[in-house]
């Protein structure tokens, strides 16, 4: 099966440290709000997701969702979780620290998207 969300090692080493400030995490592809289209950072249960949302990987054992809305325009397109200095505008947790997470994306290949339509 094709993965849908893949992660850099740096976003990977922030999401390990917030967890052992923060503990379990959740993160959210934003719908572009505050902070244009982000991913944000939250402890795990702050953010209600409901049938109207799409869980589409687990990063660091951490659930990463989309709103079902926003995944139709994401759907052929493959995510990497990335980190940045800066600060967002958005509630995410590494906010505080000077970062924040991005997201950078690509079409997926056909063979990618044949197997995300096989699953």
């Known amino acids: ?31 572009g709000c505050c902070d244009g289209s982000a991913p944000i950072c939250l402890e795990a249960g702050e953010l209600m997701i409901d049938d109207s949302d799409v869980l589409l990987a687990e990063i660091e054992d951490c659930p990463f969702y989309m709103s079902a809305f ?18 967002g505008a958005s509630f995410s947790l590494e906010i505080p620290l000077g970062l924040r997470f991005i997201i950078r994306s690509r079409l997926l290949t056909d063979e990618d998207a044949a197997q995300v339509e096989d699953a």
């Not at 976003?11 to 993160?27: E, N, S, T, V, W």
């Not at 926003?70 to 600060?87: A, C, E, F, I, M």
């Open 1 to 31: 099966m094709a993965e849908l969300v893949d992660v850099t090692e740096k976003a990977r080493q922030l999401i390990r440290k917030l967890k052992a400030k923060h503990g379990d995490l959740m993160f959210h592809q934003s719908g």
């Open 70 to 87: 926003q995944y139709k325009y994401w759907k052929n397109s493959h995510l990497t979780l990335d980190v940045v200095p800066g600060r």
